[in-house]
C-alpha cells in the first residue's frame, strides 16, 4: 500500500476530487487508468475490478477502508465482514 495513493482513497471517501499519476477520483468514483474501479453513494460503496485482476488494483481496492482483496493461484477473493468469500471481480456492494 503506497502513502502516495492514499490520499486518493481519502479524497474519494470524503467526496472530493484528487489524482495522482494513474489514481484519480472525482468524490463520487474511483479510476485507475481511466477504469471506474469504485463508487460511493452516501454511505454506499460498491467496488470491481473492472476487469484488471491485477496488483495495482487489488492494492488501491485494499486502501479502501473494510475490504481486502487477495488472489490465491488465480482464484480472486474478497473478505467483507471478517469472511472469505471467492469473487468474480464484478461490482460488489461493501
Known amino acids: 500500500m503506497s502513502k502516495t495513493y492514499k ?11 484528487c489524482k495522482v499519476t494513474n489514481t484519480m ?3 463520487h468514483e474511483l479510476f485507475l487508468f481511466d477504469n471506474c474501479i469504485a463508487r460511493r453513494d452516501k454511505d454506499i460503496i460498491q467496488v470491481t475490478t473492472s ?3 491485477t496488483v495495482t488494483t487489488r492494492d ?3 486502501m479502501i477502508l473494510g475490504i ?3 488472489c490465491q ?3 480472486l477473493q474478497i473478505n467483507l465482514q ?5 469473487w468474480d471481480g464484478k461490482w460488489i456492494t461493501i
Open 73 to 75: 493461484k488465480n482464484n
Open 25 to 27: 477520483t472525482n468524490g
Open 60 to 62: 488501491r481496492l485494499n
Open 82 to 86: 471478517s469472511k472469505w468469500q471467492d
Open 7 to 17: 490520499k486518493v482513497i481519502d479524497a474519494f471517501l470524503s467526496g472530493k476530487k
Open 68 to 70: 481486502y482483496v487477495r
Open 51 to 53: 476487469n484488471w485482476n
